[in-house]
């Protein structure tokens, strides 16, 4: 009893005990049971996946298996699959020491986050209603994938600086959150958002950044020495990079309209991120003294197009539209990184470590304004009258809207991305301020020795070891 | 021949000789040869891949090219194709002097093997009768994949004891063995086994630890040093869980049925694998002192559930019921890492290098009787008539066969994947026992500079050359 | 005044100045600019992608959405992305210290390039003759990044020698000379390469060793201590060469017919793959000292059947063919990097960086050839009426030509392809050796330091820096 008291006392006055042996058992262990216990009340498989399919095919006069859901989204779906786990995965590996807790950790996340992604939005957009029950097929397991996202951008504010057991408690409540916004915006609302410019990188983004807020470390500086890269970090991030930047095409169609509406969306996101390539280059080199290089902006920057292209992919914003979008967020991205990243940590104690506020806020906001202007300024001449009927879904009860109003609704969106992610985050982020959910001091983030057991050092490996004994002694120390 | 005798009493005696110039170059043109010369006689285009397709379309009455199985089943082959070689090529990375043999020689055997698998397979499933050919088209080349990936994990256990050509050796048994236990399996008792359970993990895993046991080397310890991870190493092995994990829906759905089939086996695969994750990460936590996450854990158990699945994901397991699997198989495998391997090597004198037997042995079987229980309680209520005859093709001569015999014959194949992979790991154990296949001594293994040619290390780049070199010295006499 | 003339002195007299931070921008930026001018005059979406796509489905008869092209080619056209930035670029980060350019510009030269693709392909192949512009879908941007192709081989040969700038120029002038020479051999000549032995190999690998060869650096061996690899270089590389590897078969059926075409150039070049990997890993061990394998070989020649295969890989070459094919590129390629580079380096003064002419050149004339003799004796037996008529488009203005006629101009396409390789290589050639580019001096090549901000060594982290002081200071004098 005098030993909880300690405890307390340690706690709230400020001595970390990162020690999360109990707590992250408990926490994975009680989760999943509740996943199967709900996933036993209310998942089944949908009519596509389910083994009555062929007599499903026969009544509804389908021709053949190939016009299964499956066909037109699994391609996607896996490139959406790698985006998350190697993708975001990998971005987050750029740090020295943190390797292990930036890939490691988003796929922990990533693996709670899409079971409850599933019953969250099976609970709002598939429910069945004879039986009560959420049937799910290909489409929901994407939807899933993307939902995950926006908390992984989250992550990507407080990376370095949480625990695990932290995280999956900003998972629970940011897939909750997600849910019901994105109920909001595109069922309420009906603004479209394929890309998730608003839904998810709005969202996740100022997510992040509240409760990044919140959880203001004052004397962060004291892990400064390892918040930073090593030369073959860095090459581990591209990776990641380089995989989002590939199949953010497949992000962006993997939900839209079969045919012609995941035909453009593919291109007209291929078309933004390769400008965006450009313009990063251009502002990293013009921002340095010699016109060096900075790996942070290609890493990140580059993407910016991908987020921008969110809303708007599948209308027809034409490909120089695009050009102009991926131009545009490729500067206002890396000028984030030069100007704003600094400015927020030292006056507005924001301390964005992977700088989501340029990859996803910004360029997220900015996709919701292009997608709602897209979606106000378009015409049956553009689209042809099917064309425009099925683009923005005016039937049942929105059959009578204009496309004016529908650009309205649209920017409505934004403001409820918006604001769920600020009010969420600061609910969120006085959840996790909590003194007993096992984050890292301050002279201890970015080091992935305070979660994992981490390997001896390359530097002493046998040969070296019998020359350097006094070295091997100091780096053995830190195992 | 003195010199020859003396040869000989080196090798007898123990002293190895790990020159591989003559013996690998040998080995892989006759074998290549020997390929071509049996493709020569024997491998012909399959209708959907031969010229004549267009006259076949017009025969069967297909409406469309997109019918043509290449776009149902291509998607999922390249996944495959990353996982056997990205998947299990960067998983074997994780030692600190072993990555170039961990992705090399996986290559390697992948190259060759997947030839040698085209043949035997094709002699056993593909015969055309009219002409004596095997007809080749997308379904061949992933079932040579599959087969591949038994000879993968065989090597998992061997991974750094064993020589170039002694991997060529053990592929071309493995092959042949897999061909006819598949057959057995398959084709005689009828069994179902989409993602491989039984077929490609029991048998390739007890394959391996019966080799394993064979080659036991009592002395292994003098390499020790050279068995573990570095830093970048684990990140590296990251690369090859994360493609493995995210591609392992495509891998037990890749053969399925069309439509349902193939949708129904991804998504189970998806929820088991997500399951996995959290008890991995929780049992990980629970066993190590202050609760530190053990990269081992999480690069090898999270994948453990898409072996569990891999013969009941094609079945209505449903969705709670794939969580469970997952949800049992993470923590089994944790524990394996845990408990069973440091005990079966120093009691059993097995040594597993990647802990094979807990990845693929234990959760194969436990997949094998998770599909016969399915298997046996399936019921026309839940499968719809057509549905329970497609999936368990219960047609032709197994028209008559109800799901609870199916279950005793799903059954019976895990028995005969065991068998395969003992009896054929003894005889194939012996042979590699032969001391003329330059395997390395005791105290090389795990060690590159073997068989590759290894460049400098990073620490002698020039500027700290200058000032160290006799660090530089023997850093390079290691080379 | 005084000091440009002081500046023009110091560039003709040999003094590089490498700071290119002026020049990058302005050109990434003016050509950005331009790109999304000519986009706005020229591109707009084709029928498949643009909204009217519903109605142009009922017009054509055409009965579901799954026949737009882009279900037929998207899962290819991922891969050959991947190919093209995750493929070309990490194969490009085996040495020590230019991972970061070489992952880095492969992105930039690509994210151009596919833009500037887009326009001179579309010029030639897509333009709509009712109102002048260009339509592009899914089929174009495959094209684009096939394009992009040429101009990351040529990069191979110049990969640390010269500047982003200059290779922004390559880029500029080699998508242009693509375009023409790809206009001549597949619309004049009515050749066959759809997967580009001729279009993309031969001329991009000749296209490279020119400019190499005319900006020959006599005193290279000052960077030479750069030029190698280190042991997780190496394995940055073998995810470049795996990926390559893999999606090969993706690239050369990307743009083949639907149907048999698509499926029969996969299986082809899956197995041409798999019989080089055998031959190189052959004559690798054959050539060193103890049987060593060469890392070197490895990532690139195993890649060589893939070359060879461009041509051919839709034809009916048989499986036995293809691996014939195989076989003998991975021998020639092997030799390449053990004699020619070496050769041509010495008495040619071609300095190939990534030895293109082994991995791109050789095997791409050897496709040619292949491809022309296979054309040459194809017969309607062998392919079926139909069959023979789609294969090689035996329509329109070329309905009358026979096999032996159409091998005649496959084998005139391989003499084009040279000849706009080398002589397109001269002229740019001489333009990149004007001496404002910013190219590093002979002593700064293969070092990511003169365009990128390199983060500090891994060596000098905090613990060990307290004991190696003077290691450090020296070790941050390169920073």
Request: charged share 15%; hydrophobic share 45%; aromatic share 14%.
């Amino acid at each position: 009893m005098g030993n909880f008291v300690d405890c307390c006392r340690g706690f709230w006055c400020g001595t970390k005990n990162p020690n999360v042996r109990i707590s992250l058992p408990v926490v994975c262990f009680v989760w999943q049971i509740a996943m199967i216990i709900l996933f036993g009340v209310f998942v089944r498989y949908d009519e596509e996946s389910d083994a009555h399919w062929s007599e499903h095919r026969h009544e509804k006069n389908i021709t053949s298996d190939i016009e299964n859901d499956f066909y037109f989204r699994y391609p996607s779906f896996q490139d959406v699959h790698v985006m998350i786990f190697v993708g975001f995965g990998f971005l987050m590996t750029f740090m020295k020491r943190y390797s292990f807790g930036g890939v490691g950790f988003n796929f922990l996340i990533g693996a709670f986050g899409l079971q409850w992604a599933l019953l969250m939005q099976g609970w709002f957009h598939s429910l069945d209603p004879t039986d009560g029950t959420i049937k799910i097929g290909i489409e929901n397991i994407i939807n899933a994938d993307f939902c995950v996202a926006g908390c992984l951008i989250a992550y990507g504010a407080l990376l370095g600086k949480v625990s695990p057991v932290q995280l999956m408690i900003l998972t629970l409540f940011g897939i909750t959150l997600f849910a019901v916004e994105e109920h909001i915006i595109l069922s309420l609302l009906h603004a479209r958002d394929s890309g998730g410019s608003m839904v998810i990188h709005t969202f996740g983004a100022y997510y992040g950044l509240t409760i990044s807020w919140i959880l203001y470390r004052p004397k962060l500086d004291q892990s400064k020495h390892l918040g930073s890269s090593v030369y073959h970090s860095d090459v581990f991030a591209m990776i990641g990079t380089l995989f989002l930047w590939m199949f953010w095409p497949s992000f962006n169609s993997a939900i839209s309209d079969h045919g012609d509406g995941q035909h453009r969306a593919a291109i007209n996101t291929y078309l933004a991120l390769a400008a965006s390539v450009l313009t990063t280059f251009a502002i990293s080199s013009l921002s340095a003294k010699k016109g060096k290089l900075d790996m942070v902006h290609i890493q990140n920057a580059t993407l910016a197009a991908g987020v921008g292209m969110g809303t708007a992919a599948e209308f027809m914003i034409t490909p120089y539209g695009s050009l102009i979008v991926g131009f545009l967020c490729g500067i206002l991205s890396t000028f984030g990184y030069l100007v704003l990243t600094p400015f927020m940590e030292k006056y507005m104690k924001i301390q964005d470590t992977c700088g989501i506020h340029n990859l996803h806020a910004m360029p997220g906001i900015l996709g919701g304004v292009i997608g709602a202007i897209t979606a106000a300024t378009a015409s049956e001449s553009v689209y042809g009258h099917e064309g425009l009927i099925n683009t923005f879904d005016f039937e049942g009860a929105f059959a009578n809207r204009t496309p004016a109003i529908q650009g309205g609704f649209q920017a409505a969106g934004i403001c409820v991305a918006l604001v769920f992610g600020i009010v969420g985050g600061i609910i969120v982020g006085c959840i996790l301020r909590l003194p007993f959910w096992g984050d890292p001091s301050d002279d201890n983030c970015f080091d992935d020795e305070v979660y994992w057991e981490v390997p001896e050092d390359e530097e002493s490996i046998p040969p070296i070891l019998e020359y350097n004994s006094h070295m091997v002694g100091k780096s053995a120390d830190r195992m």
